[in-house]
């Protein structure tokens, strides 16, 4: 069993700022990787950012510069700041994570989501 707890949705003008943290814990002997992806009505789900253990980031080009991702690996945590947000940055976001069991099996597991809403 993981668990994932995720917190820092909300809703915000346009031009501020949320930070949210996804927290792992559960049968999780390494983690490979964590994200964070998001779904707006109507489209599908896609990356905006992810981090590995060794702390290579990947971003999407619409978060590229406005947002930042960080991981807290003795806590198994990341975190996405996200500045300037933009009314087409609402949607769910979701935190993902990429990890392996102490029988070295491969999986990935997704939070429940949090909703961003960014007025105009």
């Known amino acids: 069993q993981v668990q994932l707890v995720e917190s820092g949705g909300g809703l915000v003008q346009a031009g501020g700022s949320l930070r949210l943290s996804c927290a792992a814990s559960?049968?999780?002997?390494?983690?490979?990787?964590m994200g964070w992806y998001r779904q707006a009505p109507g489209k599908q789900r896609e990356l905006v950012a992810a981090i590995t253990s060794g702390g290579s980031t990947n971003y999407a080009d619409s978060a590229k510069g406005r947002f930042t991702i960080s991981r807290d690996n003795a806590k198994n945590t990341v975190y996405l700041q996200m500045n300037s947000l933009k009314p087409e940055d609402t949607a769910v976001y979701y935190c993902?994570?990429?990890?392996?069991?102490?029988?070295?099996?491969?999986?990935?597991?997704w939070g429940q989501g949090t909703q961003v809403t960014v007025s105009s």
């Open positions: 993902n994570v990429d990890y392996l069991t102490g029988w070295g099996h491969r999986y990935d597991y």
């Open positions: 559960g049968s999780i002997f390494s983690i490979n990787a």
